[in-house]
């Protein structure tokens, strides 16, 4: 099985030093990443938005517990502007290293972690449905058939669409099987004294709601045929 863990994007935390996304992200008025993480997170503040890539890999790693991944990516694509621009890392870099570190002190088994290189860069721009493409590609190449993909629950309808579209289109993706999970559910069943609070207060934050109405615009957009 390839497990693959949706990036949800990183940031530098202090000099050199780079972190996933928390559950809520402060961003730029565009919705962007900001490089530096805003370390005082409002949820008044229009541009709070979830963020969720802590939640993702560790959702990950449940998963893994669970199912016994043979080969993982994370943030399998190449890096947004505002990493080329300062020479950062991928968001594959950063994220696959915070799983092999929560695995490692667990001490479970690593599956292979399969890192996209910061030189590889595709002519498409980098985003949701390049990342599926890219994993899928993957899973093909390597004979895969099972292919489960974790995201958070904001940006799960959004993922499964452009998944389903990707494989539809394209004949060489028809035998592979997928399944989708949501991080929070992945995690409130894997310990829900550890994680069901923060999961609802995730969930009834104005960021959220914010984010489902961009996740929704998104999709509007896939399906009139103008998603960038």
């Known amino acids: 099985m390839l497990l693959a863990v949706l990036g949800r994007g990183v940031q530098e935390i202090s000099d050199g030093n780079w972190?996933?996304?928390?559950?809520?992200?402060?961003?730029?008025?565009?919705?962007?990443?900001?490089?530096?993480?805003?370390?005082?997170?409002?949820?008044h503040n229009p541009h709070c938005?979830?963020?969720g890539g802590q939640l993702s890999i560790l959702a990950g790693v449940e998963l893994h517990r669970k199912l016994g991944a043979e080969l993982m990516v994370c943030g399998y694509a190449h890096?947004?502007?505002?990493?080329?621009?300062c020479g950062g890392p991928t968001d594959s870099e950063v994220g696959s290293a915070c799983f092999r570190a929560i695995l490692d002190s667990a001490g479970l088994l690593l599956p292979e972690i399969l890192v996209w290189p910061r030189d590889k860069v595709m002519p498409e721009k980098s985003n949701t449905?390049?990342?599926?493409?890219?994993?899928?590609?993957?899973?093909?190449?390597?004979?895969?058939?099972?292919?489960?993909?974790?995201?958070?629950?904001?940006?799960?309808?959004?993922?499964?669409?452009?998944?389903?579209?990707?494989?539809?289109?394209?004949?060489?993706?028809?035998?592979?099987?997928?399944?989708?999970?949501a991080s929070e559910q992945v995690l409130a069943e894997a310990n829900a004294g550890l994680y069901a609070t923060r999961v609802l207060s995730l969930q009834m934050s104005q960021?959220?709601?914010?984010?489902?109405?961009?996740?929704?615009?998104?999709?509007?957009?896939w399906l009139a045929g103008i998603y960038r």
């Open 207 to 221: 960021a959220y709601a914010r984010t489902a109405f961009y996740e929704r615009r998104g999709v509007q957009a």
């Open 19 to 43: 972190d996933v996304t928390e559950d809520l992200e402060v961003c730029d008025p565009a919705g962007a990443h900001f490089l530096k993480r805003v370390p005082l997170v409002d949820d």
């Open 79 to 85: 890096r947004l502007p505002y990493l080329l621009e």
């Open 129 to 181: 449905a390049r990342e599926l493409q890219n994993m899928l590609e993957l899973a093909v190449e390597r004979g895969i058939e099972d292919v489960a993909v974790v995201t958070v629950a904001v940006h799960l309808p959004r993922t499964i669409l452009f998944a389903q579209e990707i494989v539809r289109r394209q004949d060489h993706f028809q035998p592979l099987e997928l399944s989708f999970y």
């Open 49 to 51: 938005l979830v963020g």
